[in-house]
């Protein structure tokens, strides 16, 4: 067990629908990250958060955000679902701290399926 | 742009058979080379960070090394719980992972 946390475990859905998924990071760890698995496209890294700011973005589509509240427990809105959304979404977290452990702790996922 | 390439893609090997897996990367300024396990359907589990040529480090049945250019993990008498995607990430200037696709390792009994 990561310590990190997401829910909901699985969600199926229809195309044009938007969902949010949850993630609750490791106790301390300020720095929360998103990423898209696919069977096509491994492992994607789409945005990242520390302390509640924006701190870095990869490949993410304008119709997904994110946001990182104050209790540091971040959530990734997706909308105008397609069916090329369909994939695990993993939420990862780090110390975050300058000079320190930079390994990412990964959560259980989330498999969404839009039908 | 960082890259990372894992191979060979697929592994199968027999219970006991050691063998190792590639992990070749071009990054700009290094500042961590990852490895995860991951199982079906789960969350990748992290196993090991190296951070510079020539360090080591172990766990259990695994071995992993670095090299400029390339890192390797090593897997001594593996055991059919081995079996596992394994992957492998770097964190470079950018300080976001990116990660290869993942070497499948099947281990028979």
């Known amino acids: 067990d990561s310590g990190v946390t997401q829910t909901p475990k699985h969600l199926i859905t229809a195309t044009g629908q938007r969902v949010t998924l949850r993630c609750s990071p490791r106790?301390?760890?300020?720095?929360v990250y998103w990423y898209q698995q696919s069977l096509d496209q491994g492992l994607q890294f789409l945005i990242q958060?520390?302390?509640?700011?924006?701190?870095a973005k990869g490949n993410i589509l304008e119709r997904f955000s994110a946001q990182q509240f104050p209790d540091l427990h971040s959530e990734l809105n997706l909308s105008s679902l397609e069916l090329g959304d369909s994939a695990l979404y993993f939420c990862?977290?780090?110390?975050?701290?300058?000079?320190?452990?930079?390994?990412?702790?990964f959560g259980p996922g989330t498999r969404l399926l839009v039908l | 742009e960082d890259q990372v390439t894992q191979s060979p893609e697929a592994l199968r090997l027999q219970e006991g058979e050691s063998s190792s897996l590639n992990c070749s990367y071009t990054?700009?300024?290094?500042?961590?080379l990852f490895w995860y396990r991951q199982d079906p359907g789960k969350g990748p589990e992290f196993l090991f960070t190296?951070?510079?040529a020539g360090e080591e480090k172990e766990k259990e049945r695994l071995k992993a090394t670095l090299t400029k250019k390339e890192s390797f993990l090593h897997i001594t008498a593996p055991k059919p719980e081995d079996s596992a995607t394994y992957l492998c990430?770097?964190?470079?200037?950018?300080?976001?992972?990116?990660f290869g696709s993942g070497t499948q390792l099947t281990v028979l009994p």
């Open positions: 990862a977290s780090s110390s975050g701290l300058a000079g320190g452990p930079e390994t990412q702790y």
């Open positions: 106790s301390g760890d300020l720095s």
């Open positions: 958060y520390y302390n509640g700011e924006e701190r």
């Open positions: 990054v700009s300024g290094l500042r961590g």
């Open positions: 190296l951070y510079s």
């Open positions: 990430a770097v964190r470079g200037s950018a300080r976001q992972l990116t």
